[in-house]
Nanobody
Framework: QVQLVESGGGLVQAGGSLRLSCAASGSRFKFNTMGWYRQAPGEQRELVATITSGGTTNYADSVKGRFTISRDNAKNTVYLQMNGLKPEDTTVYYC???????????????WGQGTQVTVSS
């Protein structure tokens, strides 16, 4: 079993910054791609950013140039630095992690509990 614990959400004024963290834990797993989605009530989930274990990153067009994803492989932790926040960034952010069981080789995806980001205008 893998657990993901998110932190760092909150309320910020437009133009401000927040840093989200997501720490993954679990034995007998290899941690592969990690990333962040966001989803507002009644809307589809939107991929925000991803990062592979080798450090290759990918961003949604809506956040390019403003958000930066990074990870610490030693801590199995992924970060999302959000700068230049806009009111339309307001929603719940969920981290995820793709893992492979070192025992069976089976792949799984685990999710964090979600953290609220609110940007006031």
């Amino acid at each position: 079993q893998v657990q993901l614990v998110e932190s760092g959400g909150g309320l910020v004024q437009a133009g401000g910054s927040l840093r989200l963290s997501c720490a993954a834990s679990g034995s007998r797993f290899k941690f592969n791609t990690m990333g962040w989605y966001r989803q507002a009530p009644g809307e589809q989930r939107e991929l925000v950013a991803t990062i592979t274990s080798g450090g290759t990153t990918n961003y949604a067009d809506s956040v390019k140039g403003r958000f930066t994803i990074s990870r610490d492989n030693a801590k199995n932790t992924v970060y999302l630095q959000m700068n230049g926040l806009k009111p339309e960034d307001t929603t719940v952010y969920y981290c995820y992690c793709n893992v492979a069981s070192t025992y069976s080789g089976t792949y799984f995806r685990y999710w964090g509990q979600g953290t609220q980001v609110t940007v006031s205008s």
